[in-house]
């Protein structure tokens, strides 16, 4: 089972497989401060105390890694539910476990293709102390280990759960709140966009993904930031379900190839739903194929021809007397429909239009139309994924509340 706190994040894996030797190349400086005040208190935690020392160490290893959150107010936090973790395991009779925090170290080394040795030189090189990063790595195992033990029976779905997360049996089903960023390429671009893509892909913030999706994306959402609307799970390709699960709130997926395109997905949230969400065996739709690609007269004609049609059936009459290969009509199963037309469907209802798409290298716009969805009683998603993706949910909502309850009894102040 996937932990739902790993302190192996894929942010941190990323930095280490990529910018690693950039980092070292990089002069992070701060203000001098004395020996006084570098170990002085900066914020009360009940008992426990959390140092300037603390503080700027655990800001320089977050932006070093560039792990989400480290502005200061955002690491004072951080580090202030650290203290109230501390508590709550020493109140438990729980003790950081030597041996799993030296292979958390190692791994988190081995991400980077690095020895541990390796890494932690690198950390110093930025000035990253190495206990800063045991101490990380340390709480993060010890908490979701005593959140694990203390809720796990209680997070784990049953059956009938797992069934309404699929959409079966009439009842809930699994949904996600996505952002995307879809890049057109031809082959002359591919490198280009290829590199972009590996770069935009390292974001760990809503903000920044939404800015890079209005400078790059040639998707209809880019002047939404990227933002989709709640999409049930069943409703995306089946070969990406597995990889959307894997996203925690504020990641971003890898690279995604496409036809003509680089995709990029940032998951927002995921939620279970109040009422049935279907699988379908066949999906029906229609793609009208324009000439001129993304141009303006593509557009514009693809615009007039949103005007002319209401049903698929419609599309017949605009392609008479026009080659065969102007126009598709395909049933297939979500398995068997290409990810990028798989892709559009899933925001679209029965007859609505999409026209993100191209093909022939950008010098053809398809207007896509969703025709009709059958119904089905299987799902895409393995139950073990749709499971563990629940399961860790419930784990955070559990880790979450705790840490709130801790705070609201805490006599926190600052120094």
Known sequence: MQNFLNPLTRTAARWMRRTLPLALAVTLSTAPLSAQSLFSPAIRVNSDIVTRYEIAQRQLFFETLRIPG???????????????????????GIDYPPEGVQQGIDEFASRGRLTTEEFLQALAEVGVDAETLRDFVAMQIAWRDYISTRYLAQARPNPDEIDRAMGLGGGGGLQVLLSELIVPVTPQTLDQVDSITRELSQLNSFGAFEAAAAQYSAAETASQGGRLPWIPLADLPPALQP???SLKPGEVSDPITLPNAIALFQMRDVREAATGTPTY?????????IAGGRSAEGLSAAAELRNRVDVCDDLYGVAKDQPEQVLDRVSAAPGEIPND????????DNNEVSTA???NNGQTLVFLMLCNRTRDLGGDASREEVANALTQQRLQAFADSLIAQLRADAVIVDE
């Open 243 to 245: 990889e959307i699960l």
């Open 70 to 92: 480290s502005s200061e107010q955002d690491v004072r936090n951080s580090l202030i539910d650290d203290k109230l973790r501390l508590q709550a395991l020493r109140e438990a």
């Open 341 to 348: 037309i798989a892709l559009e469907l899933a925001k679209l």
């Open 281 to 289: 065996s066949k999906i029906d739709y229609a793609a009208y194929y």
């Open 357 to 359: 798409l191209t093909r």
